[in-house]
């Protein structure tokens, strides 16, 4: 590993720290290095704060070792004013004249003006260390800014025997303690979770977060004909709300009703109004019939199954899983969890 990797994986490091936190904008980490020797660092914390360039600089006691100093930071430093300044303009104002790029920008307010910013200064540039890595880290950010819509992360649980309910989608506890406080820790991570109609009505879900700390996401659920109770907690009024429904109905304290069209794909127009409003993650949590609509249509890009030792002998079955290798498989608890990744999905 050269020293350049090394220092990017520090960064790269750094930068997970945010992920949940700096939602929707993508996790950065900094490193700065003087002669060997990591002198300041910093990552992007929350969103609204300051970056993770600004954060490590001002970690460094010793301003004046700067100038002569190599900034490792993971995404390329931002050009445009946004909730804060530009960090290209901070790092050049800081007397950098050394950094090198983990990925490119590829957010048209960027887009390589915060690389010119920093050539045009004085300063080195290198770019694309551990290149595939920051894109893995990042890959919500990337697809949500390349392929125009939300990353899609598809999830259930089902039994030993493959049902995901019981007859008549009654509900039941299939998983384990542990794999429920996971699930809880993914809804951290994504923007925003899904589910269908009939899993808003026999589950009544809170779609919420109470088993990790870390923000809860945006509620979404398809309710093409306003079916859902009001007694229901998708309309608690608890926390911001999106239903997506074919008809008329007015906005409550923080749930929005949004009419989409009868005459055109219903999951096509949800997905654009979702980019739309910023929305770069959504965690689908059911039922089989919106997992099935998003696996015909291949609108996914990972799924993660959690099989447990239980047997409901019948009911509702599980999807039916694409036909492709899984990506990963480990234990959490007596609870099996396999891991898929969509190589192609559809753009």
């Known amino acids: 590993m050269s020293s350049d990797e090394k220092y990017m994986r520090r960064a790269l490091d750094l930068a997970a720290l945010g992920t949940g936190w700096a939602r929707p904008n993508p996790v950065v980490g900094c490193v700065v290095v003087h002669e060997h020797t990591i002198i300041g660092e910093g990552w992007h914390q929350q969103y609204g704060g300051p970056h993770a360039e600004v954060n490590a600089l001002n970690s460094v006691k010793d301003k004046s070792l700067l100038p002569h100093s190599r900034v490792y930071v993971t995404l390329e430093p931002c050009s445009h004013y946004g909730k804060t300044p530009p960090c290209a303009d901070f790092l050049i104002q800081h007397g ?3 950094v090198v790029i983990c990925n490119t920008d590829p957010n048209p307010l960027v887009a390589g003006r915060g690389i010119r910013k920093l050539v045009d200064a004085g300063c080195k540039v290198h770019i694309g260390v551990l290149e595939a890595e920051g894109l893995e880290l990042n890959r919500r950010f990337f697809t949500f800014q390349t392929q125009k819509r939300p990353y899609l992360v598809l999830k259930w649980a089902e039994s030993a025997d493959g049902f995901i309910a019981l007859p008549n989608c009654q509900p039941c506890q299939i998983s384990g303690p542990l794999a429920k406080q996971l699930v809880h820790k993914w809804r951290t991570q994504e923007q925003a979770i899904l589910v269908g109609t009939r899993t808003a009505l026999h589950d009544n879900p809170q779609l919420n977060v109470r088993h990790w700390p870390g923000l809860a996401p945006l509620r979404i659920a398809i309710d093409k004909q306003l079916s859902i109770p009001a007694t229901h907690h998708l309309l608690d009024d608890s926390t911001p709300t999106l239903l997506y429904t074919l008809q008329e ?19 096509n127009q949800l997905l654009a109004d979702l980019y739309k409003r910023n929305v770069q993650s959504v965690l689908v949590e059911g039922g089989t019939v919106l997992l099935e609509a998003l696996l015909e249509a291949n609108l996914w890009d990972e799924i993660r199954v959690l099989k447990s030792p239980v047997t409901l ?3 509702v079955k599980a999807p039916q899983l694409p036909a492709m290798p899984f990506a990963a498989r480990t234990n959490i608890g007596e609870d099996e969890i396999t891991f898929y990744r969509n190589t192609s999905p559809l753009l």
């Open 313 to 315: 002998t019948q009911g």
């Open 96 to 98: 950098v004249r050394d």
């Open 249 to 267: 109905k007015a906005a409550t304290a923080q749930t929005e009703f949004v009419t989409l069209s009868p005459d055109a794909h219903f999951l």
